[in-house]
């Protein structure tokens, strides 16, 4: 595979963080010839702890096609964090835009100039109980579309084993695998062409998310609910719920905004969605 230049900044970042993760994690990486030697692609990646941004950039580094991370784009301007974020070549957001197309257009930008754009879908750590990918966000459809990329689904997990998602303290023993799993690019052409509707949107991005789950499924031996774990159905069911009994809307946000935590929040999803 051929490696593209990866610079100063990447290298430097490498040399920090690449040695702790060697120590802290076994490393169980599959699917790296499914990573594009040339031109512009996405990876559109699972996200269950605060550790495994590190940890798949990690695998994908060594792949020879280093990833770039989309980040809030007042991230740039801020001292050494932004002389690193631009020397790394991570991507603004432009999340203040009325128009959600522009918002990505650095995005866009990087994968028409032959970059690896990595999207973590669901926006945020998945609140998923059992930690599968939930609903995702509609912004890596509107740049695959745009661009007509290859979209490289990637599933991963063992970071969320030594950091569990919120946790404050890792569990570093015993030993931890990180599992990654790459897996064809993402059948997307039957959206190309079209109008970026809502609902055409809604319907790329899903079938971006069940490529993803399935790879997860295969790296964890079991299958992934019927239905995918919705944060919004779950905080709709809470207000109706603090509604009912009297309690106040804060703290049903505040519930809502919780880490996911057992079956309970699947029940909620679950009646919010019988009520409608």
């Not at 990087?110 to 609903?135: I, K, Q, S």
Request: glycine content about 8%.
């Amino acid at each position: 595979m051929s490696r593209r230049r990866i610079g100063f900044w990447y290298r430097l970042a490498a040399v920090i963080a690449k040695p702790p993760l060697l120590v802290l994690i076994k490393r169980d990486w599959r699917g790296m010839e499914n990573i594009p030697a040339d031109g512009g692609f996405i990876t559109a990646v699972n996200h269950n702890s605060h550790l495994d941004p590190f940890a798949y950039a990690h695998f994908q580094y060594n792949t020879g096609r280093v990833p770039r991370f989309l980040a809030k784009h007042g991230l740039f301007k801020k001292g050494f964090i932004g002389a690193f974020m631009r020397g790394t070549g991570q991507i603004p957001v432009y999340r203040e835009t009325t128009n959600a197309l522009s918002a990505f257009r650095a995005a866009i930008e990087a994968v028409e100039r032959g970059e690896c754009v990595a999207f973590y879908p669901e926006g945020t750590l998945t609140r998923d109980p059992d930690l599968w990918p939930m609903t995702a966000k509609t912004g890596v459809a509107r740049v695959a579309l745009q661009t007509k990329c290859p979209v490289i689904p990637v599933a991963q997990w063992g970071a969320n084993e030594v950091l569990p998602p919120y946790a404050k303290k890792p569990d570093v023993l015993p030993r931890k695998t990180h599992h990654v799993l790459a897996g064809e690019p993402v059948d997307l052409a039957r959206f190309y062409d079209k109008e970026m509707t809502p609902d055409l949107l809604k319907e790329a991005t899903e079938a971006i998310m069940a490529a993803i789950t399935e790879l997860l499924e295969e790296l964890r031996g079991e299958k992934a609910p019927q239905k995918r774990y919705d944060p919004r159905e779950v905080r709709l069911a809470q207000r109706r719920k603090a509604k009912a009994t009297g309690t106040s809307g804060a703290s049903a946000e505040a519930e809502g905004d919780a880490p996911a935590g057992g079956a309970s929040s699947r029940t909620e999803q679950g009646s919010s969605e019988e009520s409608k």
